[in-house]
């Protein structure tokens, strides 16, 4: 019996023994809210994600950590920071959503693919952050422009458009020409909007949801429904089919059924691989849009329609 009794108090003991170097080789809990890090391929072609836990709970903290972290070594040895090198952020201010960050005069000296991709970082990363809604950038006093000598302005996460993924895959840049109202409604103008985004997204699919988003200058007037969402939007043989859901149907502004219908039509147009567009509503085309023009149509580029500032 002692024998039994000295054998089980033996096995107690090293089960115990077991238990505790068991727990003692487990992880801590890692602390902190999740966020996404976008840094900068070597190569400059495109941005790339680190997954990090944000530690700071206040916006202005937690603003200072990410700064910190997008100039420091990414964990990937093949990325390099989004603010590096020469390029610093001189000091910002947090008003009502908006970020403005001010950088110093060496970032000017970044080339226009680097200065894209290192926008689209820095806003990405940092509009995470609650109570950022909007970033701004100036160069000193200056308000930031594009290669092209246009104002930049306030920029939010979805001008840098992506889909739903592991990651974002190679940014680029291009020029869009969308067509908006005029004042009276009746008339289209051209647009000119350079635009940043992902090479996931079909750039047919880009100028309907640019056209939903609405124009940034404030001589024109959008044209659609804003909770319009798009269903689907593909390209066969030139004409290209804009599905779009039952909102598309309220229209809230003071234009034309043809505004709204060529604005879309003409902005697509643009692209060089379509030719014609055929509108539908959950995938239905026997709608007359607001009683007046049948999306039964498949329509063509119209000019007469357009006008001028």
Known sequence: MKRIRSFLILAAVLWIGILTVGCGKQKPEETGVPVELYYLNMSETKVVMEEYRLQADEPAAAVDELLVRLSEQPKDQTLKPAIGGSVHVMEYGLEEGQLILKFDEHYKE????????????????????????????????????????????VMSADMFIDNAGDEINAYEKTKLRLYFADESGTKLIEAVRPKVYSSNISMEKL???????????????????????????????????????????????????????????????????????????NGNTDVMYREKISLTNIFERNLEIVGSL
């Open 110 to 153: 970044l080339s226009a693919t680097t200065e894209v991709l290192t926008r689209a970082a820095i806003v990405r990363t940092l509009t995470q952050i609650p109570g950022v809604d909007y970033v701004s950038m100036q160069i000193r006093e200056e308000n930031l422009t594009d290669a092209a000598g246009n104002p930049v302005g």
């Open 207 to 281: 100028v309907v949801e640019e056209l939903i988003h609405g124009p940034n200058n404030a001589e024109i007037y959008p044209t659609i429904n804003p909770n319009t969402k798009v269903v689907s939007v593909t390209v066969k043989d030139g004409i290209c089919y804009v599905n779009l859901d039952e909102n598309f149907l309220v229209q809230p502004y003071q234009v034309s059924s043809e505004v709204t219908i060529f604005s879309i039509v003409n902005s697509l147009v643009e692209l060089p691989n379509v030719n014609k567009v055929q509108l539908s509503i």
